[in-house]
């Protein structure tokens, strides 16, 4: 096994019944980000995502088109293919819960549970959701229209009466209270543990863990009678019906693991460094995620960060309400990296955001065009005007006044990066860009210049170790930024003569530590002889053009 420190994290699995808005990849965005900024920092890393695939919902979507559920899914989990590698998100697995190794891990839960004595037969009576599942009365709200889903207002509510099996998740209250008080970053931000610690103090409640008479999902492995539902034909009774979607889901993240089939590799990977999901879905994976897994015999996730909503005028951005966001379109209109970019740096990893294309505009134009494009552009420019194309070295960290900039602008963007506050770390990075654009400014090269040329040996010195410094500040900025910008990256060294040292997926290059030191890549070199602008100016009508 490698002795490189190793880092898993996951996603939420998405669910597969529509093309995905860009408020479904948002946190797949994000984790990307955090996944390659360990993968250059040298660390042994593992990304999953993925899509859940089981429902009553999908069943019936399929069958209103006359397909198959499993042709229904196929082509919807093509459609978050498309979207995620147009935004250059680079998982070691694609989990589908339809993988015949989910299948067996979601199977092999149950029967551990079963063993353990945590699961009962019992009547359920209640809501049912069919886009999410049974709900307690609390968590609906009753309208002239009847009982809705908070989460799924436009989706009917059914009242089931069903005879199932049950998880029981109310004899881990004490050790869930316990857990959290040893460890207090299991769940964050802070607000959200704290919600999450109010819930379980209110008394937790059994849940459902099959469904009776549904067809599409995981056949439920075990009969009424507590033996294997397996058939000596090797078919699975159809009376034991399926694993409920929910149970099924969160078991992904064992299967892409190795759960149970790879041992040595689920001693490896297993518990997870990381779960990243929105906070819809913050009980399921911070309460009855870790009882599961206990009641299994495995141990609970490391993190879970829970993230907030895309908000659309303080409205949640979803599909079923058309205020949402093409993920293609907004690569169309800016290209992948920046799409990322302002993804990332308008909207807060930790809470609600309000967006709009007019707010992605503003942020690129000012971001990247103005401030960073500009920078690169403009130095690379420079150096061809004045030094005939030759790079500068930069001046010693102890000399150069953008060094001690730097080196105050990358413990930020460390500290707020392993703290997941992804947009805090790009303000970081950015005010280093606006500290390097005003030492232009203020240095003024074009003056130094012409007073080189005009014989002032001074002012010549002066000008080199002026491009040596803003030459070095480009390369830190254009590395740093990599995770979030990786098709960037490679374009900004090769234009300042550097080499690109790591792959498409950040992994395979030199510890990123090392390279983001002040004059870490000091040598001879020639930058390119045209610069060739990295993020052109988004004019009103491209991005027009582009929504459309």
Known sequence: MSERRRFYLTTAIAYANNAPGLHTVYEVIGADVIARWHRMLGDDTRFLTGTDEHSVNIAQSAAAQGRTPREFVDEKVGLFHAAEDAL???????????????????????????????????????????????????????????????????????????????????????????????????????????????????????????RAGASWGIPFPIGEDGQSSLREDGSWDPEAGTIYVWYDALINYITGAGFPDDPASFARWWPADLHVIGKDIARFHTIYWPAMLWSAGLEAPEHVWVHGWLLVAGERMSKSRGNFLDPHAVVRAFGADAARYVTLAEVAFDKDTDVSWDSFVRRYNADLANDFGNLVNRTVSMVNRYLGGERPEPRGAAEAPLASAWSAALAGYREK????????????????????????????????????????????????????????????????????????????????????????????????????????????????????????????????????
């Open 417 to 548: 990066l392993d703290g997941y506050l992804l947009h805090e770390a790009l303000t970081a990075l950015w005010d280093f860009v606006g500290a390097a654009n005003k030492a232009v400014d203020e240095a003024q090269p074009w003056t130094l210049a012409k007073l080189a040329k005009a014989g002032d040996g001074d002012a010549g010195a002066r000008l080199r170790l002026v491009l040596g410094d803003l030459v070095e500040g480009c390369r830190l900025v254009g590395l740093a930024a990599a995770p979030f910008m990786p098709g960037m990256a490679p374009r900004v060294l090769e234009q300042l003569g550097h080499r690109y040292e790591y792959g498409a997926d950040g992994n395979g290059g030199p510890a990123l530590l090392d390279r983001l030191a002040w004059g870490a890549a000091a040598g001879p070199g020639r930058v390119t002889p045209t610069p060739t602008p990295l993020f052109p100016r988004a004019e009103a009508e491209a991005v027009e053009e582009a929504k459309a």
């Open 88 to 210: 250059l998100i680079s998982p070691d697995r694609f989990i589908r819960t339809t993988d015949p190794d989910h299948y067996r891990s979601a199977q092999e839960m149950v029967r551990r549970a079963h063993a353990n004595g945590d699961i009962y037969l019992d009547t359920y009576e209640g809501w049912y959701c069919p886009n999410e599942g049974f709900k307690a009365p609390s968590d609906l709200f009753e309208t002239a229209k009847g009982m809705q889903c908070p989460n799924h207002p436009d989706v009917p509510l059914q009242y089931l009466t069903e005879r199932n099996w049950f998880f029981r998740l109310s004899a881990y209250q004490q050790r869930l209270l316990d857990w959290y008080e040893a460890h207090p970053d299991f769940v964050q931000p802070d607000y959200r543990r704290n919600e999450m610690l109010g819930f379980i103090r209110q008394g937790l409640q059994d849940f459902s863990i099959s």
